[in-house]
């Protein structure tokens, strides 16, 4: 693969894993912010509380992404770090598996979802709700990929990539 | 059993089994319940769609990012090592001093931070470095760290606290001062302990510091210090909610972190920004996945069938009250606090009005239970935090801790039978 077209996917994937997040809780904070000292010194405004609802659901799911990024995300591994290595990467390519076929079960139907909900659009900024909800898809479709890539990488490379995370 | 609620239960056990992260594995036990389970209430867009809309609706969760972000500057700034000066010289010469700056800086850090693993790696860290100096013994050192970390959620804030609010539709206010006494309680207790292992292993003295440089400390900390007046003020004066406290706190932590300290510039704060992502991230998607989980629970009513059970165990609230605990020590050992609020508040909350156990009173028991956990093998996040600072073996810290976790489990059982240690405060604001 040419370098520049794996920089360009890094900072992509950056973009979605970490700037986005990084973005959207910035406006959580400052949206709070904005509200303790309108309510104080001159009106409560509503915009704060739903934009940074939004941007909670958005740094929640694309967060999450970044924790899995970088192997924070809560499991009980006591009995994988108790296995032999060959154990530990079957029940890799296992977990993986069974994480990557129910993703791809719910896909579909949550996008239906996501996009039936373009009708709705939130009070004050009048945002429509699939953009708000849009990440849900994002956090399925980068989940699948990135499992599915895992589980090839179990295959080719002698020793085991990492985690079942 | 019918056979989707079967297959619910095998995958979620075979999360556990192969190591499955638990957010994403919550998503898959529930999508194999959705896909075959004929259940008109169940289609296979109830992930999203119970996923999406609670968490748009949980206001009150926001509190969890913003406290998370709270901490990061906290630790970030130099407010940790303003309080660390404030506390050796609140401490003075005594023997095991610096053990005793540990606790007290811990209760004094538990006012800014809701999480007991902020507690561990900001200001521990500094305090297992300043105890290695003083030749102390590691392992000592570590457990004091964490044992005293503990007392982070339960003195407000705290974010265990606001998951059960949510999880239990009770007050945050009422729970965070619920916390205060049974968190000076543990406080007083590890000071106790300390002193006596102090005096037995003839530990170090502290330093003892004239009038003028204790005045010198405390006006250096106090801006650090004023944050608690700013976070427990503002929520009880009424100009804050809990949820904007967190983010009063952390506006304020910038400000002195730049201004007064000077000890803040972009690169930190980009740090601190990257950090809370990553923990919020980690904390909401168990939260978010949990919602279609316990849909399917409800809709199975789980939680009446496990109710029945108990009930049909004891009606009596005392004897409830010390299987609870014991079940959620155990559970402590084994899983981490966040996935055992999510599965099993919902579970318990029926029993507990059953027998009319009060519930801001459960749940700083619940939390302090679970904090216990932290500290507990096999799996104590806060044993592998101060170990990964130190450096000390895992074992050698295993068998310091140990009775250490006795003396807070004795404050556990005081605060489960006298509801008053937990309820006095929130009684004198109101609570009823």
């Not at chain 2, 297992?128 to 000592?140: E, I, R, T, V």
């Not at chain 2, 250096?220 to 004066?237: D, E, N």
């Not at chain 2, 009173?361 to 239970?369: E, I, P, R």
């Not at chain 2, 009775?403 to 405060?425: A, C, E, K, Q």
Request: proline share 6%.
């Amino acid at each position: 693969m040419p370098d520049w077209l794996k920089k360009t996917g890094k900072f992509l994937v950056d973009c979605i894993e970490l700037y986005v997040p990084i973005l959207t809780f910035s406006t959580l904070f400052v949206s709070f912010v904005i509200q303790i000292f309108a309510r104080k010194f001159f009106k409560p405004l509503i915009w704060p509380e739903e934009l940074s609802l939004i941007c909670f659901v958005w740094t929640a799911l694309l967060g999450g992404l970044y924790s899995k990024r970088m192997g924070t995300q809560v499991a009980f591994t006591m009995l994988y770090d108790a296995a032999k290595p060959e154990t530990k990467r079957i029940m890799r390519i296992v977990g993986n598996a069974l994480l990557l076929i129910a993703f791809a079960i719910i896909l579909v139907p949550s996008w239906n979802y996501v996009q039936f909900m373009a009708y709705k659009k939130s009070d004050a900024l009048r945002i429509p709700m699939n953009i708000a909800y849009f990440p849900f898809v994002v956090y399925l479709v980068d989940m699948i990929v990135r499992l599915a890539l895992e589980i090839v990488k179990e295959f080719t490379t002698p020793e085991a990539p990492g985690g079942a995370e | 059993m019918n056979i989707p609620l079967i297959v619910f239960v095998v995958s979620f056990v075979a999360v556990f089994l192969l190591g499955i992260p638990l957010a994403p594995g919550m998503m898959l036990s529930s999508a194999f319940y959705f896909l075959l389970s004929d259940n008109p209430a169940a289609s296979l867009d109830m992930v999203a769609i119970q996923f999406l809309t609670n968490l748009n609706a949980s206001f009150v969760l926001i509190a969890v990012p913003l406290f998370v972000f709270m901490a990061e500057i906290m630790n970030s700034g130099k407010v940790t090592e303003m309080i660390f000066s404030f506390s050796s010289a609140l401490v003075g010469k005594r023997k095991g001093a610096l053990a005793h700056v540990n606790i007290i800086n811990s209760i004094i850090f538990s006012g800014m931070t809701g999480s007991a693993l902020a507690d561990a790696s900001g200001p521990g860290n500094m305090e297992l470095k300043a105890m290695q100096q003083q030749g102390y013994d590691d392992a000592y050192s570590c457990a004091i760290s964490a044992a005293s970390a503990i007392i982070g959620p339960i003195i407000p804030p705290s974010i265990p606290m606001v998951m059960y609010a949510m999880l239990s539709s009770t007050s945050i206010g009422y729970l965070f001062l619920g916390g205060i006494i049974p968190g000076l309680l543990i406080g007083i207790a590890l000071l106790i302990y300390n002193a006596i292992i102090s005096n037995k292993r003839n530990y170090p003295e502290g330093k003892s510091f004239p009038p003028r440089e204790f005045w010198k400390f405390t006006l250096q900390a106090l801006p650090a210090l004023f944050t608690v007046v700013i976070l427990l003020g503002g929520i009880y004066t009424g100009v804050v909610t809990p949820t904007e406290a967190g983010a009063l706190a952390a506006f304020y932590g910038i400000l002195i972190s730049v201004f007064v300290y000077r000890a803040l510039g972009w690169k930190e704060l980009k740090q601190c920004l990257i950090n809370a992502v990553r923990t919020t991230g980690t904390l909401s998607l168990l939260v978010g996945s949990s919602f279609a989980f316990s849909y399917i629970v409800s809709i199975e009513q789980i939680p009446n069938v496990i109710a029945t059970f108990l009930l049909g165990l004891t009606q009596n609230k005392y004897v409830m009250l010390f299987i609870l605990n014991i079940a959620l020590l155990i559970l402590g050992c084994f899983l981490d606090t966040t996935p055992i609020q999510l599965i099993f508040t919902p579970i318990i909350i029926p029993i507990l009005s059953q027998l009319g156990i009060d519930l801001v009173h459960f749940g700083v028991v619940m939390v302090l239970n679970l904090m216990i956990g932290l500290a507990t093998p096999p799996y104590g996040m806060l044993l592998f935090t101060v170990s990964g600072l130190s450096g000390a073996p895992l074992k050698d810290i295993i068998r310091e801790i140990l009775p250490m976790v006795f003396v807070i489990i004795i404050v556990l059982f005081l605060i489960t039978y006298i509801p008053d240690l937990v309820l006095f405060i929130p009684k004198l604001s109101g609570y009823k």
